[in-house]
């Protein structure tokens, strides 16, 4: 089980890589902390290797949809999105199980609250 926490203060993930091996069952567990200063959501997305700033522009356009922030939880419409948790509240932990992808390399991971994935992205490494 990979274990990942928001930063209270700053907008990124405590774990900025992991590695996994190829075809290997995955559980991320994603906290949120809550305290008076983070009032933010956050998700976490597994994404295609390159796709990080496409799929973060999309993010970023998502706040001309009513429902992105709510009903969508953030997660833009891209077939470069792999897994995801749904937004995560302050406070709140959110899981994901998936199985690894067979094929090695670096898969990016990021926020989509609009704005937040410039800082708040990591890579989880594939291997053989």
């Known amino acids: 089980e990979i274990k990942?926490?928001?930063d209270k203060v700053t907008f990124a993930y405590d774990l900025k890589e992991f590695s996994v091996k190829a075809g290997q069952k995955v559980k991320i567990s994603f906290t949120n902390p809550a305290d008076s200063v983070n009032l933010?959501?956050?998700n976490m997305l597994?994404?295609?290797?390159?796709?990080k700033e496409a799929v973060g522009a999309l993010a970023n356009l998502g706040l001309s949809d009513p429902n992105f922030l709510t009903t969508k939880n953030c997660i833009p419409d891209s077939e470069d999105i792999l897994h995801h948790t749904n937004l995560v509240k302050p406070g709140e932990t959110g899981t994901m199980e998936f199985t690894a992808?067979?094929?090695?390399?670096?898969y990016p991971y990021i926020c989509t609250y609009p704005g937040h994935w410039i800082l708040m992205n990591g890579v989880m490494h594939v291997t053989p």
């Open 101 to 106: 992808p067979t094929e090695a390399g670096d």
């Open 4 to 6: 990942l926490t928001a």
């Open 40 to 42: 933010q959501p956050h």
């Open 46 to 51: 597994i994404i295609k290797p390159g796709k």
